[in-house]
C-alpha cells in the first residue's frame, strides 16, 4: 500500500503483476481502481506495460474510469484511453463514467470524455442524462461544458422531468441560467402536470422562480399548483 499510495512505479514495475492482475489485497478494489481514484498516472501506466487490463470491474461494479471520472482525474482518463480502456462501460446500476463527472461537476473530466469519444447523451436505468444530472446537483460547470458539447437538454427521464425540472426543484438558479443560455426548454410539464417554475414555487425557491422568469418561462400554473 505505501508503494502504491506513493506512485512507486519502480516497485510496482519490479511486482509480478502480470501473474495476479490488479489484485489488491484486503478490499474489493484492484491496484488499477485505487490508481485511476487518486490520478496515479504513473502507476496506470506501469500497471498497463505490465499486461495488467485496465477495464476490469471491482466489487461494487466500477471500472477505473468510473473512478477516474468521479474524481475529476482528465490525465488519468487519457492514460486509461490510451491503453485501450473503456470509458463507457456501465456499472451495475447502469451509470456510465460519464454520468459520475456529471454527478461531480467535473467539467474538464466531461469534456475529456467526450473527446475520447465516450457517449455524453445515454440515459442510465432511472431514464436520467448526465445533463440531468448535473442540474439536479447544481453542477454549473458542468452544465456548460454539457451545452458546449451538444448534449440533449430536453430529455425527459421516467418521471417526465427535463434537467430544468430537477435544477427548479432544488433552487439552482444559476443551473437554471445555464440551461436557458444553451436553449433548454423551460416550460415543459412532467407526469404530474408540474412545469419548473410550479416546482420552484411549490419548493419556495424564489431565486429560481425569477431566473424562470426572466428567461421567459411560463410561470407557475395556480390551477396546477392547486
Not at 140 to 151: M, S
Not at 160 to 172: E, Q, S
Request: no cysteine; charged share 20%; proline share 6%.
Amino acid at each position: 500500500l505505501e508503494h502504491w499510495a506513493a506512485g512507486d512505479v519502480d516497485f510496482l514495475e519490479g511486482a509480478e503483476l502480470a501473474g495476479a492482475p490488479g489484485e489488491f489485497a484486503g478490499g474489493e478494489g484492484r491496484l488499477e481502481h485505487f490508481a485511476a481514484a487518486k490520478g496515479h498516472v504513473a502507476t496506470l501506466q506501469a500497471l498497463a506495460r505490465a499486461g495488467v487490463p485496465l477495464g476490469e470491474r471491482d466489487g461494487g461494479g466500477f471500472t477505473p474510469a468510473h473512478h477516474a471520472a468521479a474524481n475529476g482525474h482528465t490525465p488519468a482518463l487519457k492514460t486509461l484511453a490510451r491503453a485501450g480502456a473503456p470509458l463507457g462501460e456501465r456499472d451495475s446500476r447502469g451509470r456510465a463514467p460519464v454520468r459520475w463527472a456529471a454527478v461531480e461537476g467535473h467539467a474538464a473530466a466531461l469534456e475529456a470524455l467526450a473527446r475520447l469519444g465516450a457517449p455524453i447523451g445515454e440515459l442510465d436505468n432511472t431514464g436520467s442524462t448526465p445533463v440531468h444530472l448535473a442540474a439536479y446537483n447544481g453542477r454549473t460547470a458542468a452544465l456548460e461544458a454539457l451545452v458546449r458539447l451538444g448534449a440533449p437538454l430536453g430529455v425527459r427521464d421516467a418521471d417526465g422531468r427535463t434537467p430544468a425540472h430537477w435544477a427548479a426543484l432544488n433552487g439552482h438558479a444559476a443551473a437554471l441560467e445555464a440551461l436557458a443560455r444553451g436553449g433548454a426548454p423551460l416550460g415543459e410539464r412532467n407526469a404530474d402536470g408540474r412545469t419548473p417554475a410550479d416546482l420552484a414555487a411549490l419548493s419556495g425557491h424564489a431565486a429560481a422562480l425569477e431566473t424562470l422568469a426572466r428567461a421567459g418561462a411560463p410561470l407557475a400554473d395556480r390551477e396546477a399548483a392547486g
